[in-house]
């Protein structure tokens, strides 16, 4: 283990606080850690595992340089360039994901940085919500919607029928923070005088390695595209490998870890057991105020053991991926690929008032259909 991962361990402030509270609930839950490595989505970490290599491989490559100054020149103002990463943060969370979308939008927003002056920070805060308003659209777009259509027995078309107006009215308040957050300011061009290096055998490589692993994951063979794919890295480039913020991974195991001991709790239980009872409004609130907590998947995979994968439960938990971080991993991945503490404190004066909104605004529109 090298003194970089050492370092950023030491100074990884919400991993330690992601281990206290597992310890904390380790003494309110039957002590069973044996059990705590089946509690963790082994196919969540090797996915994200092979994005981060793709992604750093890409960004080591120089591409993104080459990309953001084309970018750059072809935007005339700060709002002109927001508008266009916040759509297509959307667009691509609809069929790609929210989490692969981030590891497509984040790296070139901070790129871009280099070639223009633009707000990094807001920038990748509006991309994060863009993904989890995007991806609430389509049965494909994040995690939850992929288990309520499986579960609801909906029509592809059908389930985009059943999101749109939610998808709709979210994007539709976004464009219009976009407008007022986001000035028509002249983006002024820097480093004009020299032409960015890239090196097209690490990018053709990418796009190699990034086949293989859809291939793998396709056939359920993920860890096996893992071990492939950085294996060709450690011979292309071994610096990708070693440049991955890995640390990464053991915050989402710590996040595996707390939510399972959370959902042992008693109190959590005896609430639930009574959910398939509560008004629509109850299970509204019930269902967004629990992804705040312990993340809209888990959330949805512990109410459909209550409650029939409805409409309302759709809306809900895609809801509750606004607010706090824990909402939705994707705010986890978009903050930490910023790299900037300061965006931690910054990103909720955004996103709690936007679940305010979705809460009122998508309760609202369930009550006219």
Same mark, same amino acid.
């Given at each position: ?8 361990? $030491? ?8 281990? &206290? &509270?597992? @310890? !904390? ?20 970490? =090797? ?36 508008? #266009? ?9 609809? #069929?790609?994901?929210?989490d692969v979308?981030?590891?497509? &939008? ?26 989890? $308003? ?13 288990? @309520? ?5 909906? %029509? ?16 539709l ?17 820097? *480093? ?9 055998? +690490?990018?053709? /490589?990418?796009?190699?390695?990034? !086949?293989?692993? @859809? ?13 492939? =794919?950085a ?11 070693l ?21 042992? +709790? ?5 609430? +639930? ?17 629990? *992804? ?6 888990? *959330?949805t =995979? ?7 994968? %409805?409409?309302?439960l ?8 606004? /607010? ?31 679940? +305010? ?10 009550r006219?259909?």
């Amino acid at each position: 283990m090298n003194l970089p991962f050492l370092h950023a361990l $030491a100074r990884d402030r919400f991993l330690h606080l992601l281990i &206290i &509270i597992g @310890l !904390l609930l380790s003494f309110l839950v039957p002590f069973a850690p044996q059990k705590w490595p089946a509690a963790i989505d082994w196919h969540t970490i =090797i996915t994200l595992s092979g994005l981060m290599l793709l992604t750093k491989g890409v960004e080591q490559s120089g591409y993104f340089d080459v990309l953001g100054r084309k970018m750059a020149r072809r935007f005339v103002t700060e709002r002109q360039i927001a508008f #266009f990463m916040v759509l297509a943060a959307a667009l691509l969370s609809t #069929f790609l994901t929210n989490d692969v979308a981030l590891f497509i &939008i984040v790296p070139l927003t901070l790129t871009l940085k280099k070639w223009c002056a633009i707000p990094v920070n807001r920038l990748i805060i509006f991309e994060a919500l863009a993904v989890n $308003a995007g991806s609430l659209l389509t049965p494909i777009g994040n995690p939850q919607n992929i288990l @309520l259509w499986g579960r609801s027995g909906l %029509s592809f078309t059908a389930f985009i029928g059943q999101m749109f107006p939610l998808a709709l009215a979210m994007m539709l308040t976004l464009l219009v923070l976009c407008w007022f957050c986001f000035p028509a300011k002249t983006l002024v061009f820097q *480093s004009s005088d020299r032409t960015p290096q890239w090196s097209p055998v +690490l990018v053709w /490589g990418c796009l190699a390695f990034y !086949l293989v692993f @859809l291939v793998a994951l396709e056939l359920k063979l993920e860890l096996w595209g893992l071990a492939l =794919i950085a294996a060709g890295f450690l011979v292309l480039a071994k610096r990708v490998v070693l440049s991955v913020d890995w640390s990464l991974l053991l915050v989402f195991m710590a996040m595996f870890i707390d939510v399972h001991l959370l959902t042992q +709790l008693p109190a959590l239980h005896h609430l +639930l057991t009574g959910v398939g009872k509560f008004s629509d409004g109850g299970l509204w609130l019930t269902a967004i105020g629990l *992804s705040q907590f312990i993340s809209n998947v888990p *959330s949805t =995979i512990l109410l459909l053991n209550y409650v029939p994968p %409805s409409m309302l439960l759709a809306w809900a938990v895609n809801v509750g991926g606004f /607010g706090l971080l824990p909402g939705s991993l994707a705010n986890l991945i978009a903050l930490r690929m910023a790299n900037d503490r300061r965006i931690w404190w910054r990103f909720h004066l955004y996103s709690l008032p936007v679940l +305010l909104w979705a809460g009122v605004v998508g309760y609202l529109l369930l009550r006219l259909r």
